[in-house]
């Protein structure tokens, strides 16, 4: 009787598990990092350098190719398939360097790799489809680092990305759904402009506090995730919103949560129905003609620009357009900035009454 893809699945990880169990050179890794508990017991405990880092190195090892190709990838890797082809361009002529790579522990023993996870997919041949292979090294020489939990593991891999190939926007949008088991399919939240827009809407209702920890995307994007994804459900098309009209509608989405007609808004002005007569128009095509007006601007010269529209005029008048719908009003020809004093108020009433839209997707 053929086997099931999950008993094939339940195989592969037994072997893995059996490979790495089975490894002196892992036996070795974890014997020299409980040594290192032994010495340095607690977080920041352990030796400092002078710019305030612990000494968190624990060795450096030889590692056969099939023990290193059974250690998990680490938890934020940027989507392989993607990425592949252009990594790979690198690693078509052999060189060296190839053989290096970077290993994590935490406390619990438990490995992950925070380095070379795109070579070691074209070892094993994954991306032999697409004609992208690379010859298997016997040994693959890996320096092995102490993390105290995964946001750390988290930071290690992307210190490597980045000095690598330079984390780009869209890598975080891939790492943070990845981490909070996201799927956002719309064109506009497939762009580049998610992680602005998320920080800046974060950061304008809730301040700036943490903006350097370890782990800090991760975190915002778990708690707009719920707005996220109730925008994502509309489709909206690719250029449907710049990033400020897109933190001022994130902001909107949580300010008037439990309202349909917040939903209703938002369909309406991805489909262009906004409505206008007399002089006169609603919040959708208010909206629509504050964009239209700033697009115009593009031509012009920086400083005009920056005094005509600037980032923060856009996250008000999108906010404000969003407001006077709500409450059934109609606009002037003249979209009215909400006042700096108007819009600290606005974010206050948010942070004190509207806590983080339930996710529609939770996994």
């Not at 023993?109 to 925070?114: I, P, T, V």
């Not at 992680?195 to 920890?213: F, L, P």
Request: charged share 30%; hydrophobic share 35%; glycine share 8%.
């Amino acid at each position: 009787m053929a086997a099931t893809s999950g008993n094939l699945h339940k195989s592969s990880v037994r072997i893995r598990s059996s490979t790495l169990e089975n490894s002196p050179v892992i036996q070795e890794i974890k014997e020299a990092t409980r040594v290192y508990l032994q010495k340095y017991p607690a977080k920041n405990g352990g030796v400092q350098f002078e710019d305030g880092l612990e000494d968190n190195y624990i060795g450096f090892w030889r590692i056969p190719i099939d023990v290193w190709n059974a250690i998990p990838k680490a938890q934020r890797q940027r989507t392989t398939e993607k990425r592949s082809e252009g990594a790979l361009r690198k690693f078509e002529r052999w060189h060296p360097d190839h053989r290096y790579g970077k290993l994590a522990v935490k406390p619990n023993l438990e490995l992950s790799k925070a380095d070379a996870m795109t070579r070691t997919d074209a070892w094993a041949g994954v991306f032999e489809h697409r004609n992208m292979f690379m010859p298997q090294p016997e040994y693959i020489y890996v320096i092995v680092e102490f993390c105290w939990n995964q946001d750390e593991v988290n930071h290690l891999y992307e210190i490597q990305d980045n000095e690598k190939a330079r984390k780009t926007s869209q890598d975080h949008l891939d790492g943070a759904q990845k981490t909070k088991s996201m799927s956002l399919e719309s064109p506009l939240l497939k762009r580049n402009l998610f992680k602005s827009a998320v920080e800046g809407a974060h950061q304008r209702v809730y301040g700036t506090a943490g903006k350097d920890e370890i782990g800090y995307v991760d975190r915002i994007v778990g708690e707009w995730a719920g707005e996220l994804e109730f925008l994502d459900v509309l489709n909206p098309k690719q250029n449907a919103l710049h990033v400020p009209n897109l933190i001022g509608v994130l902001i909107s989405i949580r300010r008037y949560q439990g309202n349909h007609q917040i939903n209703k808004f938002l369909k309406d002005y991805f489909n262009n129905r906004g409505f206008k007569q007399g002089g006169f128009m609603d919040g959708i095509q208010a909206l629509n003609e504050a964009i239209q007006g700033e697009k115009k601007t593009e031509g012009v010269t920086k400083k005009r620009k920056k005094a005509k529209v600037t980032k923060e005029n856009m996250v008000g008048k999108t906010i404000s357009c969003i407001e006077k719908y709500m409450a059934g009003k109609l606009l002037n020809e003249q979209v009215r900035v909400l006042g700096s004093p108007r819009l600290l108020k606005t974010y206050k009433e948010i942070r004190d009454n509207c806590p983080p839209l339930p996710r529609l997707h939770k996994k």
